[in-house]
């Protein structure tokens, strides 16, 4: 399978690849033409059906030769799909280059069984810029790590050295639930097994750490605690006015005596209830 045919450069510079679990769809990044695309039937008949970040087949210009958007691309990268099958694209593959954040485009966006082509639908979420995301991965649960480009410049993320934990990846948020906080200096390389074990891959020291169960580092802050249950009134603070409001409640839901009465019908649920009763009452 090549993808040439739809390029208008000399080279096609692959920078990432994502596949639907049943192979029904392989979405691959072409950095060099700051596009991504989705190729149908990738193993029998392959066939491009839907082009993100330009609005034909033959272009190719960063961010459609004008500003960022949500429609646009700039040297597109790391590609993840996550168990619901909504696409993150790193839109950022060079160090220091691109748009450097992060997209997400849900998969009712880009609906399966399309026959006409479809050309830059806007992303539905957008992470903050200065998200310079080089790697993506999801655990079984859906959570997410995601690695970053040490040399992106700005405020945090920015020069992020350390992986990032997020419990909620379809919120973006400026802040992360939590980090990989080890000797790194370029660990963005990431990736899950089976067991929801995290893989890093620290390039600047060429070697892989592995990591049981990380959203461990970052547990789950504890419910509220329930508010405490309503206390009896203090019968010794009450005047014969208040008794006798509380006892004209009691009297329209038990009895038909008159509002008169309502201090005796009081001091019958307090006896009931086995409270003390106060003295002068």
């Known amino acids: 399978m090549t993808l040439d045919g739809l390029s208008t450069g000399p080279r096609v510079v692959i920078t990432g690849m994502a596949v639907a679990p049943d192979s029904s769809y392989l979405w691959v990044s072409e950095g060099s033409n700051n596009r991504v695309l989705r190729i149908r039937n990738p193993l029998t008949v392959p066939v491009v059906d839907c082009i993100l970040g330009q609005n034909s087949k ?7 030769g004008g500003a960022m958007g949500l429609n646009t691309l700039f040297y597109p990268g790391e590609l993840a799909l996550d168990k619901e099958g909504n696409l993150f694209v790193g839109d950022h593959a060079g160090e220091g280059s691109g748009n450097c954040r992060m997209l997400v485009f849900l998969a009712s ?3 399966a069984g399309k026959t006409a082509m479809i050309y830059g639908p806007n992303a539905d979420r957008e992470y903050p810029r200065a998200f310079g995301s080089k790697g993506i991965a999801f655990d079984s649960q859906g959570r997410m790590v995601v690695g970053f480009d040490p040399y992106v410049s700005g405020p945090p993320p920015a020069g992020q050295h350390f992986p990032a934990l997020y419990r909620n990846p379809l919120t973006p948020q400026a802040a992360s639930d939590d980090h990989v906080l080890d000797y790194f200096t370029a660990g963005y390389s990431v990736a899950f ?5 995290l893989y890093v891959g620290d390039n600047t020291r060429s070697r892989v750490v592995v990591y049981w169960e990380p959203f461990g580092m970052a547990p789950v802050p504890p419910p509220p605690p329930p508010p405490p249950p309503p206390l009896p009134v203090d019968p010794t603070t ?7 409001k509380i006892g004209q409640q009691v009297t329209k839901a038990l009895t ?6 309502g201090v005796d019908v009081f001091r ?9 009763w106060p003295e002068g009452l």
């Open 238 to 244: 009450l005047t014969r006015t208040e008794a006798q």
């Open 256 to 261: 038909t005596r008159k509002a008169s009465a």
């Open 193 to 197: 097994d089976a067991d929801d074990n």
């Open 268 to 276: 019958y649920v307090y006896k009931g209830k086995g409270w003390p």
């Open 58 to 64: 033959d272009a190719v210009l960063s961010n459609r």
């Open 109 to 111: 966006t880009i609906p």
